[in-house]
């Protein structure tokens, strides 16, 4: 029970998490929440009992409030990035590492000058399905150097559109990357121009998911007579233009 009071003391509170760090956030407790939450059914009644009220809501707050975010691609393992795939730069994914701040990074090891990085091959089918659940895609990226380093995006390969991310990464920070997912494919990559060498790290890829609209159609008095998805497939014909969304 020790244990699990301690990750659940180590989630943020509810009033932290903002349309801006959420994803920060969600890089670093969406995996641990089930974590938590299967540690906590597998404890005896008496055990989860010692556990206060307030705690075990917690728990159910913090999933509530990261809900609409959801992790793209994990920086749990290192087969899921490579460096140096467009021939950029002679850069390696030296591993993964976790962060205080950030949860699961990816450390890559890069030399003095031009360097890229991107989706695995071998994780690009799952990448290019999950892509369409979201709207937006955001990663953290940390700037090892004493520069600010222009960071690009390359939307789908060389030659299809690219722009440079604005402000770059700054020195000795971490930097926030917000992508538009409409735009991001799986054979995006991000080349880093500058004096780059050092050990960059780069967080999970977090996405937000799409809004989804609930409609529901009433009759003219008010009268619900569908909701939901139940109401995308209404056959009736008493519609009268009071559908809600």
């Given amino acids: 029970a020790k244990v699990v009071e301690y990750f659940i003391d180590k989630l943020p509170e509810t009033s932290e998490i903002t349309e801006d760090t959420a994803y920060k956030y969600a890089a670093q407790f969406k995996n641990i929440i089930g974590e938590i939450e299967s540690s906590f059914a597998a404890l005896t009644t008496e055990e989860q009992a010692t556990i206060s009220a307030e705690k075990q809501a917690k728990i159910s707050a913090v999933k509530e409030a990261l809900s609409g975010y959801g992790i793209l691609l994990s920086a749990d393992s290192a087969d899921n990035l490579a460096a140096s795939g467009n021939n950029v730069g002679g850069g390696t994914v030296a591993g993964v590492a976790t962060d205080s701040e950030y949860g699961n990074v990816w450390k890559l090891n890069m030399p003095a000058s031009g360097n890229d990085f991107s989706v695995k091959n071998t994780a690009h089918a799952q990448f290019a399905t999950d892509l369409q659940n979201y709207s937006e895609v955001v990663f953290y990226i940390y700037n090892p150097t004493d520069a600010n380093v222009t960071l690009s995006w390359y939307y789908d390969g060389w030659g299809n559109g690219n722009e440079n991310i ?76 009071n559908d809600e969304y």
């Fill in 166 to 241: 604005e402000g770059g990464a700054a020195p000795k920070a971490w930097t926030k990357v917000t992508l538009s997912a409409s735009k991001l494919t799986k054979t995006s990559f991000f080349v880093l121009n500058g004096n780059t060498g050092g050990e960059w790290l780069v967080t999970s890829f977090i996405g937000k998911y799409k809004t989804q609209a609930v409609v529901t159609i009433t009759d003219e008095g008010g009268n619900t007579l569908a909701t939901g998805t139940e109401a995308l497939n209404y056959d009736g014909t008493t519609l009268n233009g």
